[in-house]
Structure formats: structure tokens, C-alpha cells
């Protein structure tokens, strides 16, 4: 196929996405440096909803550009959480850009842009090098937000460490992916994916180094043991709002990416690595919910929290060559739930805590009698975090561990279900400090601002929703061919 040749069209929702960071970055600079611009947040949200019609519209034009570059149901639902997620997250930062008058607003959000562009590039491509170009598009974005409060010594450092370890993580990416290439002569997952078997048994050895080297850097990207050393201090350092999508979209684009290279490129010779995923699972569920335990900052708390929930994540990935598209229902089906929950919670995180002028959990203290509405729905995202039943979150583990049970690894869903009991120990943490402990006495009533109202209530009403008829979400993706072999 030739540039010619290609259906251009495909990529419709990405370039209306970059024109539009481009205009929102355009705008920012005509109109001045400093000063607040909410009509610039306001604007991004507009792009981003733009992109989503764009996306739904795509649904019935589906389609492929050679072996690089797949339009699918997959690929169409996973930026949709993506878009929603930037859209909710640029919400929430509305008033913490306001409080921080440091950050410079434009660039700030036309930087979200373009780390969602990668971010959708990524969990199309079905090639090495639109992959590492999508990764590296949302790697670099997010180390400049990181670092977005660059007087801020916590957020320097955040930066810093995200860089020197991001970097490092690309590497292993791109060097297990050079093996790949230099065995194949291709960096079409497709066409790899045609060669693993007759490659592991010629070449054990190379294509085993491969695939752990492509492993190590994703399993950095999406923060699982033990290579989530770096997500404890960036997220303690990192603006509240950017914390929450580090924690939240970026993760959830990762796993939609080594899904992607798994499926495509590695389905054949799954015995290779089911059982490193489900050791990995497990591991990052031990660990994550162990030292969330003796957290007391939130921050820090949710980033050791999102350790164990992406461990939840992996669990379907190590039963999806067995029990095929009913692992890829409840990856999709957990992603909205912990997009909404975590969004959620994290919203309530970024008001109570700006107010407070600390990120230690006593910033919650008397939250009840401060704010009645946002103490109920965080207390409804923390339930829904541990798996507690009427929750989202207790469908989305239901299911996992179904597929667990299925996959004969009862083993890892017997983990899955003591981890999300211990889970609930220090989520009670946030509920004791709401209900249970006294307000300050200089604390006075808690404004909610309209954006921060407005993402708590959709991320409540979906977690609400989907916990009582979470069919409305499940029949939908059982009607559908995820991917074109399963």
C-alpha cells in the first residue's frame, strides 16, 4: 500500500484533535501569557467532546491503513474513556488553575491535548513505530505536566524522576521492539505475530529477552510491580488534577496498547507469558494494598491504590488467550468503572485538599459537615473502589474474577477478593476522617465550584448506575467483535 492508497479518513478524529490543540494553543498565545482564561478550559472541553461525535461517527467507517493502523470497536471504545476522561480531568483542574495562578492555563491544557492525541494514536496502532511514536506523544506530555509547577520543589522533582525513569522505561520498549525487527524484518505486529511461534522455537532465547524487555517498559507505564517506583513521588508531586490523569487515562491508554502488542503480536504463543501477567497481577495486588495501608498523605494513597487496581487490570489480560472476548468485556467494563470512580474521588481529592492547603488525609476531617453532598460521593467512589456490592467497581471485580475462575486461576481470584477486602481498610481511612472526626474550628462550609459539582455527579451517577444494571454496558459488548480473530 502507498500514501495514496491509504484511507486518509481513518485518522479523522486524531487530526480534528491536533487542529484543535493547535487553536487552543493559538488562541493562548494571542491573548496574553499571564492571567485566567477559563474560556480556554472550557474550550479544550469542547475539542474533546468534538473528537468523541468524531469517534461515534467513525463507528460504522471502520476500517484499516495496511497493517499499521486499525479502526475497530476496540479501538473506538477505548478512546471514548479516553476522551471522557481528558474532558472530566480538565473540569477538575478548572478551579486548581484558578487557585494557582503559577500555571500558566493555556499551555496547560493544549499540552492535555496533545497527550490525548497520543494517547488515541497509541490504542490504534497495530505497528511498532505508530506505537512508539503514540507512547512517546503521551510519555513527553505527561513530564512536562508533571513539572507544570515549576516553583514548586515537590513538582520540579516529580519531573525529574518521571523523565530519568520514563526515559529509561522507553528504552526497554525500544530495544525489546529492535529484536523484534531485527528477527522479522517488519514492525507490523500483524505480520510478527504470523512469525512468534516458528521464532520462539528457532530463536528462544531473543524472542524470550524480546518480549520481557517490551514487558519491563510497559509494565513502567502503567505503574505495576515492580516497576512502580516512580508513581508514589510523581503523583505526590505532580498537580492534583495531572496526578488523577496519571492515575486514571494514561494507565488506561497503557493497557489498552499492551493489549494491542499482545493480542496481535504474541496470541499464538501465549504460554509464554500468561503466567509472568498473572504473577505480576498478584504481586502488584499484595504489594499495593500492603503499603497503601500505612499511608497517610492522599496522594501517595491513591498512587499505591492505582498500583493494586492495575493489578485487578491484569488479571483479565493473563485469562484472555483461554476465555477470549469475556476477558476483553471486563477490561472495558472495569476501565469506565475506575474512570469514573477515581475521576471522582480524585475531584473531591483536588477541592478538599487545594482548601486545606495539605494533601494529608486530616484535610478530610468534618468533610460531612462541610460539604454533605461531596462526603456521600466520595464516600460512594472509595465503596466502589474496594468492591463493594451496588458499586460499579463490585461488577467490574465480579467479572474478572468470573473470567479468572474460568481461566482456572482461582488461585489469582481468591488474591483478587482478600486484596479488595484489606482495600477497604484504608479507604475507611477517607470515611473515618468525613464523618468521624470534628472540622477544624476555622473550617466554614466548602464551596463547590460548578465544574467540580458537575464531574462528582456524572462520576456518581455512572458508578451508581452501572452497580445496579451494569446489563445496560455488558449486553452491549457482548453484541460485539472486538477484534476480527476473536
Known amino acids: ?22 487553536l487552543v494553543f493559538t488562541i493562548d498565545f494571542m491573548t496574553g501569557i499571564h492571567g485566567k482564561k477559563p474560556f480556554i478550559g472550557k474550550l479544550s472541553v469542547i475539542s474533546l467532546l ?61 499540552i492535555l491535548l496533545f497527550a490525548t492525541l497520543g494517547a488515541m494514536i497509541m490504542v490504534s496502532s497495530a505497528d ?7 507512547l512517546e506523544i503521551l510519555s513527553i506530555s505527561s ?28 528504552a526497554f520498549i525500544l530495544y525489546g521492539m529492535s529484536f523484534l525487527y531485527g528477527l522479522t524484518g517488519s514492525t507490523s505486529l500483524v505480520e510478527i505475530g504470523q512469525a512468534a511461534p516458528t521464532l520462539f522455537a528457532d530463536y528462544t532465547v531473543i524472542m524470550t529477552i524480546s518480549l520481557i524487555f517490551m514487558l519491563v517498559g510497559f509494565g513502567f507505564k502503567i505503574s505495576i510491580v515492580p516497576f512502580h517506583m516512580w508513581a508514589p513521588d510523581v ?65 501517595r494513597l491513591m498512587a499505591y491504590s492505582g498500583i493494586a487496581q ?46 486545606a492547603g495539605t ?46 475462575a474460568m481461566a482456572d486461576m482461582l488461585w489469582l481470584a481468591i ?7 484489606v482495600s477497604f481498610v484504608y479507604y475507611f481511612g477517607f470515611i473515618k476522617q468525613m464523618f468521624m472526626v470534628e472540622p477544624k474550628a476555622n473550617d466554614e462550609e466548602l464551596k463547590v465550584p460548578a465544574s467540580i459539582n458537575a464531574v462528582v455527579t456524572v462520576a456518581l451517577a455512572v458508578t451508581i448506575i452501572l452497580g445496579i444494571l451494569p446489563n445496560l454496558v455488558l449486553d452491549l459488548f457482548n453484541n460485539l467483535n472486538w477484534f476480527s480473530f476473536l
Request: charged share 10%; net charge neutral.
Open 1 to 22: 500500500m502507498t500514501a495514496f492508497d491509504a484511507n486518509w479518513s481513518l485518522l479523522t478524529p486524531e487530526m480534528v484533535l491536533g487542529a484543535l490543540a493547535l
Open 50 to 110: 468534538v473528537t468523541a461525535v468524531v469517534v461515534i461517527f467513525m463507528k460504522g467507517n471502520g476500517g484499516q491503513i495496511a497493517d499499521l493502523y486499525f479502526v475497530d470497536s476496540f479501538a473506538m471504545y477505548f478512546k471514548l474513556i479516553i476522551l471522557i476522561g481528558v474532558a472530566m480531568v480538565i473540569m477538575i483542574s478548572m478551579n486548581y488553575l484558578d487557585r494557582n495562578e503559577e500555571v500558566y492555563q493555556g499551555e496547560y491544557y493544549s
Open 128 to 134: 511498532l513505530v505508530t506505537l512508539f511514536i503514540g
Open 143 to 170: 513530564y512536562v505536566l508533571a513539572g507544570f509547577k515549576k516553583h514548586n520543589r515537590h513538582s520540579t522533582e516529580a519531573a525529574i524522576k518521571y523523565v530519568i525513569l520514563g526515559g529509561t522505561a522507553s
Open 235 to 299: 503523583y505526590e508531586g505532580a498537580p492534583t488534577p495531572i496526578t488523577a490523569f496519571l492515575s486514571v487515562v494514561s494507565k488506561i491508554a497503557g493497557f489498552a496498547i499492551v493489549l494491542r502488542v499482545f493480542i496481535y503480536g504474541f496470541i499464538e504463543v501465549h504460554e509464554e507469558w500468561t503466567m509472568i501477567i498473572a504473577v505480576l497481577a498478584a504481586v502488584s495486588m499484595i504489594l499495593g494494598n500492603a503499603i497503601a495501608l500505612t499511608q497517610k498523605n492522599t496522594k
Open 310 to 355: 492495575a493489578g485487578y487490570l491484569l488479571v483479565p489480560i493473563a485469562a484472555l488467550p483461554i476465555i477470549g472476548a469475556f476477558s476483553l468485556n471486563a477490561i472495558i467494563f472495569y476501565s469506565i468503572a475506575y474512570l469514573m470512580m477515581t475521576l471522582g474521588a480524585f475531584a473531591v481529592i483536588t477541592l478538599v485538599t487545594e482548601d
Open 359 to 404: 494533601t494529608e488525609l486530616s484535610s478530610f476531617a468534618g468533610l460531612f459537615k462541610r460539604a454533605p453532598y461531596l462526603a456521600i460521593a466520595m464516600t460512594v467512589f472509595l465503596v466502589s473502589l474496594a468492591g463493594l456490592p451496588l458499586t460499579a467497581g463490585f461488577f467490574g471485580k465480579a467479572q474478572i474474577f468470573i473470567g479468572a
Open 415 to 421: 488474591i483478587m477478593i482478600v486484596m479488595s477486602v
